[in-house]
């Protein structure tokens, strides 16, 4: 079975900083064949792609708004990824959801096979 754990969300004011991390397992889960991402939703909206890394060459990708202000990373021999978010803006309130897909580079979440529970960000102005 293939699990995704998602932690480090929390409550945060304005122009704070946090960093999320994925760990990630399963007998069958080979986390370097799968590119990885972040995903976000924060209510009422749909889910929306914030930043990914793939899996051979840690190729990224960013959301426009959120370029500049978060990196994502991988640790292929530690299984994790994580989300280093700095200057964070009320409009990143949402569930923040990590991700992996056989995908080389996507941003589609449809293309993620695995997800995992979400954790919450709340970012208070």
């Known amino acids: 079975q293939v699990q995704l754990v998602e932690s480090g969300g929390g409550l945060v004011q304005a122009g704070g900083s946090l960093r999320l991390s994925c760990a990630t397992s399963g007998p069958t889960f080979s986390f370097s064949s799968y590119t990885m991402g972040w995903f976000r939703q924060a209510p009422g909206k749909e889910r929306e792609f914030v930043a990914a890394?793939?899996?051979?060459?840690?190729?990224?990708s960013y959301a426009d708004s959120v370029t500049g202000r978060f990196t994502i990373s991988r640790d292929n021999a530690q299984n994790t990824m994580a989300l280093q978010m700095n200057s964070l803006k009320p409009e990143d309130t949402a569930v923040y959801y990590c991700a992996a897909s056989t995908s080389y580079s996507t941003t589609y979440y449809r293309e993620y096979l695995y997800w995992g529970q979400g954790t919450q960000v709340t970012v208070s102005s």
């Open positions: 890394i793939t899996r051979t060459d840690s190729r990224i």
